[in-house]
């Protein structure tokens, strides 16, 4: 007799490295430089006879770039740009629409995003984001298919930073879309410390 076993159904997804380094921090001024690097590691569960995985059976790496100063007393500005590019999946079946392996490529994704930062005291911040998304265009077997992602969309934050660490509360969804999946609700909730 089969019995329901909810810890064995875990699955486990690709894994990611990231490092940043703040070439220019200056809180006085509230100005900041920011660089980081991520690595995407394919630890990931992955099957190419399915046509979705946890794991995308290929690494990936980014390169992202940000900047923040005031514009007035209380509030900020704050821009990023960001590269990723991707390796190839020589193992893509079902997900590549083929009952035998294409080699899966993507082109660079590139992202840009603006917004500014309310400072409400020490320990809140609230702030609005416009992001634009471009690039990341696939190819099978080295033919181009012609879906390349042009998303808008934008997003509401509130921040706490406390003694125990960051706490963030975020909405927002898609504005317009194109060659992808339209958003139209993301909530997230988010918890970092920094050691």
């Known amino acids: ?37 991520y690595l995407y590691l394919p630890t990931g569960e992955y099957s190419n006879t399915k046509a979705f995985n946890l794991g995308s059976n290929r690494y990936a790496q980014a390169l992202q770039m940000g900047y923040q100063r005031p514009i007035t007393q209380n509030v900020d500005a704050a821009v990023a740009v960001d590269s990723t590019w991707f390796g190839a999946n020589s193992a893509c079946a079902a997900a590549c629409l083929s009952n035998q392996n294409l080699q899966l490529t993507q082109k660079p994704l590139y992202t840009a995003q603006a917004g500014p930062i309310y400072k409400i005291n020490q320990i809140y911040t609230v702030g609005a984001t416009y992001v634009y998304v471009t690039g990341g265009e696939t190819a099978w077997n080295g033919v181009e298919r012609n879906n390349t992602l042009v998303t808008q969309r934008y997003f509401v934050s509130g921040v706490a930073h406390t003694r125990v660490g ?3 509360v975020q909405y927002g969804n898609d ?8 958003e139209s609700n993301r909530f997230i909730v988010r918890y970092a410390k920094a050691f």
């Open 175 to 182: 504005i317009a879309t194109m060659n992808g999946f339209m």
């Open 1 to 37: 007799m089969d019995r329901w076993q909810p810890f064995r159904v875990a699955r486990k997804t690709d894994s990611g490295i990231v490092t940043a380094i703040w070439p220019y921090a200056n809180h006085a001024t509230r100005t900041y430089f920011g660089v980081a690097g």
């Open 166 to 168: 960051r706490f963030t």
